[in-house]
C-alpha cells in the first residue's frame, strides 16, 4: 500500500510513540496532582511545551495552549477573541475557521470573506483594502489544505498591523507547522497546530499565544493551561507531539527539498492527457493538487485505492449538488468540470522515490484504463 494522504492524517511516529510510553505505564500521574509525582509530571509537561514552542517561537514572546486538535485550537482562537465589530477570514480557510466564522455572522457579527488568487492563496492587496478600524479579528491560514498555496503570514499580519494594530491576527497553521520553515513575527497573536498530521497521534493540538494577546478561556473548568483550557494534559499525546515534532524541526529544510523533487517528479510525470496541475510551483512541497481530465476525481480515488495507492480527494464528497464542489477550489476560479475531478495528493517525510515513481504509474494507467472505459 502506498499511502499518500498525508494532508488528512498521518502515520504515528514510532519512535514518538515508544518514548512516549512511559506515560501510560508509569508516570501516568495528573499534571495538576499535589503531591510530588503530579508536581513532577507538571514539570516534564511544561518542559514539552517549552521544546515545542522554540521550534517557530521566541520563548520569552509566546505561550503554547495544548488542545485537543487543530479544530479545538481554530475554535478557541476565534470564538475567544472575536465578539464584536467586524472580523475577517478568507474563504479558502478550512471548515474549522469558516464554519465558525458563519456562525459568528448567525450571532450577529460583521464577517467578511476575503478573496482567493487562483492558486489558492489569499489576495493580499484585496485583504488589506477590507480593514479599517472597526475590524476586531482577521484568521488567514498559512497553508491551504485544499491548493498548498502558501500565504506569507508574516508579511500579511505586519501590513494588516499597520492599518489597525488593536485587532488581534490569528492563522490556521496545522499544514504549514513542521513543514514550512518559518518563525513567528510579534504581529501573530494567535497560531494553531496539531500533532497528527506531523506523526503525532489524534486528538493533541496547540494554540501558540502572543503574550500580548489576551484571551478569554473556551473551554472553562478546573483551569488547566494557566486557565484558557481546561481539562486534564493528555500527557503521552503531548510527549509523542513533543519527539515527532523535534523530529521534523531537526530535518525540516532537507526534507522539504526532498519532498519538493518528488512533488516536481509528479507534476513532469502525470500524462497531460489525463490530469491538470492545480497547485502552483511555489505551493508547499507537501500538497499537489491536480484534476483528473473529464473524470470524477471520487472514482479515480477509488480505482487508484483498488491499485494500492491512497489519496485524497478535493470535492465535498456530497450527493447535495449545493456541497457537490468544494467551495475552496470554486473559489480559485476553477470551474465545475475541473472541480469534479480534483484530487489531493500529499507526502510526509517518510515517503520515497520508489513510492512516488509507482503512484505515477498506477495514476497514469488508472486515468488513461477509465478514461477509455467511459469512451
Ligand atoms: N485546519 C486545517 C488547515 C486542516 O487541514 C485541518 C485538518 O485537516 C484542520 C484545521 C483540523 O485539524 P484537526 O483534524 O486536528 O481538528
Redesign the pocket.
Known sequence: MIYLDN??TTKPNKNAVDIAKIYLDEKYFNPSGMYRNGFETLKELNAMRSNILKTIADESKFDLIFTS????S?NTAIFSSAKRGTIITSIGE?S??YNAFCELKLRGLNVIFAPLNEDGSVNPEKLYALIDNTVTFVSI?H?N?ETGAINDINTIAKNVKKINNKLIFHS?G??GFGKIPFKLCDEIDLY?V?A??IGGL?GV?GLFKNKKCKLNAYLIGGGQEKGLRSGTENTFGIKVFEVATLQKYKNIKQDYIKINEFKKYLVDNLDKNYFDVISSENSSPYILTVSAKNLKGEVLMHFVDDCGLIIGTGSACSSNSKNRYSRVILACGIDEKSADGILRISFSSETTQKEIQKACEILNNCAKELTERMA
Open positions: 494532508a488528512a486538535c487543530g479544530t479545538e481554530d478550512h474549522a475557521v491560514m497553508v489544505n490556521d496545522v499544514q494553531s496539531s497528527h498530521k489524534k493540538g
